[in-house]
Each structure stands twice: as structure tokens, then as C-alpha cells.
């Protein structure tokens, strides 16, 4: 069956950086195109990054343009959120998903950017 599942979040000072990890198993990764959402208490999902199969296009939110970026390991089926000059208005539940026949979604990882 499709999983994934995030790790690395946490609780970082405003500026500071975190990497996010997705590791997929159940479906040829290499062959799909992978995102990150993200979740703020009480606001909807928003779509964070999203990057291609070759990794050879990546699309972002403007909110986080500049600021993050997202990559891929193919031979290790997994993606990579990486995340600098954290602001505290980035704080949010991180979600990996990835369309196939169906949407699949992992179980976030939090990050909390405070002082």
C-alpha cells in the first residue's frame, strides 16, 4: 500500500532552519510527481512546493519563494523539504502528497518557529 511518512520537524527560532524528510514506499516514486502542504491552525491546507519525477522543475508559494526549497532522492524514494530564514507565520502541521489513482497524504510532521 501507498505510505508516507514525514519526519523532522520541530520547535526552531525565527531564522533558523529545519530539513523535513518524506520517505514513500508502495508506488514507483521516480516516476511521480511529489509536493508538500502545510497546515496553520484554523487556515485551510496549502500547497508549499512541488517538484517534478527528474527533479528537473520545482514550483513554490510565493509565501516561501526564496526561503525553501524542495529536492529529491530517487534511489532512496524519498523527498526533502529544506527550509531557511524561518519565519514564525511558517508554523504548520507539514504534509507530503503525492497523486496517483488517489490522493495520499502522510500523518505532517509539526513545525513551530518561536523564540
Known amino acids: 500500500q501507498v505510505q508516507l511518512v514525514e519526519s523532522g520537524g520541530g520547535l526552531v527560532q525565527p531564522g533558523g532552519s529545519l530539513r523535513l524528510s518524506c520517505a514513500a514506499s508502495?508506488?514507483?516514486?521516480?516516476?511521480?510527481?511529489m509536493r508538500w502542504y502545510r497546515q496553520a491552525p484554523g487556515k485551510e491546507r496549502e500547497l508549499v512546493a512541488g517538484i517534478t519525477s527528474a527533479a528537473d522543475t520545482t514550483n513554490y508559494a510565493d509565501s516561501v519563494k526564496g526561503r525553501f526549497t524542495i529536492s529529491r532522492d530517487n534511489a532512496k524514494n524519498t523527498v526533502y523539504l529544506q527550509m531557511n530564514s524561518l519565519k514564525p507565520e511558517d508554523t504548520a502541521v507539514y504534509y507530503c502528497?503525492?497523486?496517483?489513482?488517489?490522493?495520499?497524504w502522510g500523518q505532517g510532521t509539526q513545525v513551530t518557529v518561536s523564540s
Open positions: 508502495g508506488f514507483i516514486f521516480s516516476n511521480s510527481y
Open positions: 502528497n503525492v497523486y496517483l489513482w488517489a490522493e495520499y
